[in-house]
């Protein structure tokens, strides 16, 4: 049985900004756009977030929910430097991390530098260290499988760190409220409410063809993961084939809905192009060109092998909002999938998942 710990930092951007500014210490802190302008919040504090401010918000909107919080312009400069010291601390520990975000990974501790068996024993280590290096906290999820392991880092937030053992995983799987997947995202969510699926045991009781049916190749997935079934393993690399569609604007674009709307499109070309060529693929890329020529590239493993368009755009939309600058106009944006493999061998894949 595998050892798996996802690491996600708490509030990253804006820990970080508290770490910089103390003064800012209990308030509600907000990175992103200015709410006089048409920036969106790419993260906030726990204390904003009471007030109902999330990741994506438009900043006026968020300024309408908590007119007392203070907002600060991102710093990814600084965020990147410090991602790379949270890195250096997993490298400790095993060669097997799958990085997905600046603020998140997964590792692999099955077996380790440090000759631990106990893996609950190296994720304490971990918080540690990163506290240590960084002054900041993060929360942890240690199970036997990335699924689990993910949904146990987000249980015990801020500063927590949950084990999903075979003896509890499937009495957590069907408390948990099915927005809280990974992989089921708002869209996906809306659609099981109304099918009655409301929490893990009521996915747990419709059959896979019936997911299949209801919601394409993701339902061999969302039927697996709710019986605690994800045998993925760590993606250190990624193998450089890939297909992608991008858009250059005849105007440059700084609205944050008009840009979404477009990733959409970008999302369902992509989607169409995959399924014409019967290709799927488990890692998303970003492209990014400012108005005056920078070009950024970020990319995220999807939860599974696929082109679903709806997958394939929710995950974009976290990419973009992880990764926009809210303060300049956008004169591209690009999509793509690597890690690709022929459709007909995806019914295999899923199932051994």
């Not at 904003?48 to 401010?53: D, F, I, L, S, T």
């Not at 601390?89 to 099955?110: I, M, N």
């Not at 927005?179 to 995202?185: L, N, R, S, T, V």
């Not at 609205?255 to 019967?278: I, P, Q, S, Y």
Request: with cysteine; glycine share 6%; aromatic share 10%.
């Amino acid at each position: 049985m595998k050892k798996i710990i996802h690491v996600d930092m708490d509030a990253f951007f804006a820990a970080i900004e508290i770490r910089e500014d103390p003064s800012l210490k209990g308030k509600c802190v907000i990175v992103g756009g200015s709410p006089k302008s048409r920036g969106v919040v790419s993260t906030c504090s726990y204390e904003a977030r009471k007030y109902g401010v999330h990741s994506g918000m438009s900043s006026f909107q968020a300024w309408k929910l908590c007119p007392q919080a203070v907002f600060v312009h991102s710093n990814f400069q600084l965020y990147k430097e410090v991602s790379q010291t949270i890195r250096d601390v997993f490298y400790q520990v095993t060669d097997l991390v799958e990085p997905v975000s600046l603020d998140e990974a997964y590792l692999d501790v099955t077996e380790n530098n440090f000759d631990e068996p106990d893996a609950v024993k190296i994720a304490k280590w971990i918080k540690e260290e990163i506290f240590k290096k960084t002054s900041l906290t993060c929360s942890a999820g240690v199970s036997y499988n990335k699924f689990l392991a993910k949904i146990g880092s987000d249980m015990d937030k801020p500063d927590g760190l949950t084990v999903i053992n075979p003896d509890n995983a499937q009495e957590i799987l069907f408390a948990l409220p099915i927005g809280k997947f990974h992989g089921i995202g708002k869209v996906t969510a809306a659609r099981m409410k109304k099918m009655g699926i409301n929490n893990g045991k009521d996915l747990y009781q419709r059959n896979l063809n019936e997911l299949v049916r209801v919601f394409g190749k993701a339902g061999f997935f969302y039927y697996h993961v709710v019986r605690g079934v994800d045998n993925r393993e760590i993606i250190t690399s990624w193998d450089p084939k890939s297909i992608s569609c991008e858009n250059t604007f005849s105007e440059d674009i700084g609205d944050f809905d008009e840009l979404l709307a477009r990733l959409r499109k970008l999302a369902d070309r992509l989607a169409g192009r995959m399924a014409t060529k019967r290709l799927i693929g488990q890692n998303l890329v970003l492209k990014i060109k400012y108005d005056n020529f920078e070009l950024i590239t970020r990319s995220m493993p999807l939860p599974i092998m696929t082109n679903e368009r709806e997958i394939l755009y929710q995950n974009g939309e976290q990419l973009f909002i992880s990764n926009w600058d809210p303060n300049r106009k956008v004169r591209l944006l690009g999509l793509g999938v690597g890690k690709l493999h022929y459709d007909d061998k995806e019914e295999q894949i899923l199932l051994d998942l």
